[in-house]
């Protein structure tokens, strides 16, 4: 049998979060005790970040969304394509919310037994997030608006460049 245990947290894992997005000037908005909504600006799109603390299983919870609508006609392609690119993430993963026709980014930070989110985890779990949606945004709008394969698209987005022009 478990024994569950009482943990008592010095400071809410939003309240870190919070307190990382005062210091760095970033867009936010509390929407709640356990959830706060961040707005950044990426090359390719406005971000719309929510934190959100799930008590249940001590974990903090990234979503990362942007503004790109998936029609029904190209749903099978772009979920071609989010398999093509979480075969490559070693953190997070993409997901399509088909009643919406978003696409989001989403990864957790799991802090059992109490542990507390360090001002340098959550730029970290941020930034990582954010470079993800960056890298591969154009690949999701090349298969939405184009009408290109997912492995055309990926491989349009993901190739390296050499010298300098």
Known sequence: MMLVEEIVRDAHPVDVIENVANANDW???RTGDDEIAISVAGTWADYHVSF???????ALHLACAFDITVPENRTLEVMRLLSLINEQM?????DLWEQEGAIMFRQSLLLAGGLEPSAQQVEVLLNSAL???ECYFQAFQFV????ASARDALSGVLFETYGTA
């Not at 959100?52 to 001590?58: A, I, V, Y």
């Open 131 to 133: 470079e993800a949606c």
């Open 144 to 147: 939405i608006w184009s009408g």
């Open 90 to 94: 070693l953190f997070g993963h993409f």
């Open 27 to 29: 867009a936010f908005e």
């Open 52 to 58: 959100s603390w799930m008590e249940d299983f001590e």
